[in-house]
Nanobody, 123 residues
Framework: VQLQASGGGLVQAGGSLRLSCAAS????????VGWFRQAPGKEREFVAA????????YYADSVKGRFTASRDNAKNTVYLQMSSLKPEDTAVYYC?????????????????WGQGTQVTVSS
């Protein structure tokens, strides 16, 4: 399965963005999906994840209450709604899918990766 992340951009602190992760090649409605981000000079870090049903989600403490993961399996797309953005949220955001229906908080738990989309939050 190929993943394409989109929706990044430049936004002021306090603003919102919605990232999308679209799958092609085959349906990923049975796959758990995670969002990660990587800022310059830092390691890739877990942001959020959603199970294949969409009923189970998990968030990093740094984004809990501000970010919401959701999915529309009919559209083969997973979303990350980001609100109350902070300058420290600036990073390249990646979506990833696991072969299983569950999710993981570590990059090694995923089998497919998108190319990333840049999110820049100005102060």
């Amino acid at each position: 399965v190929q993943l394409q992340a989109s929706g990044g951009g430049l936004v002021q602190a306090g603003g919102s963005l919605r990232l999308s992760c679209a799958a092609s090649g085959r349906s990923f409605s049975r796959n758990g999906v995670g969002w990660f981000r990587q800022a310059p000079g830092k390691e890739r870090e877990f942001v959020a994840a959603i199970s294949w049903t969409g009923f189970s989600t998990y968030y990093a403490d740094s984004v809990k209450g501000r970010f919401t993961a959701s999915r529309d399996n009919a559209k083969n797309t997973v979303y990350l709604q980001m609100s109350s953005l902070k300058p420290e949220d600036t990073a390249v955001y990646y979506c990833a899918a696991s072969r299983s229906g569950s999710y993981s908080t570590v990059p090694g738990g995923y089998d497919y990766w998108g190319q990333g989309t840049q999110v820049t939050v100005s102060s």
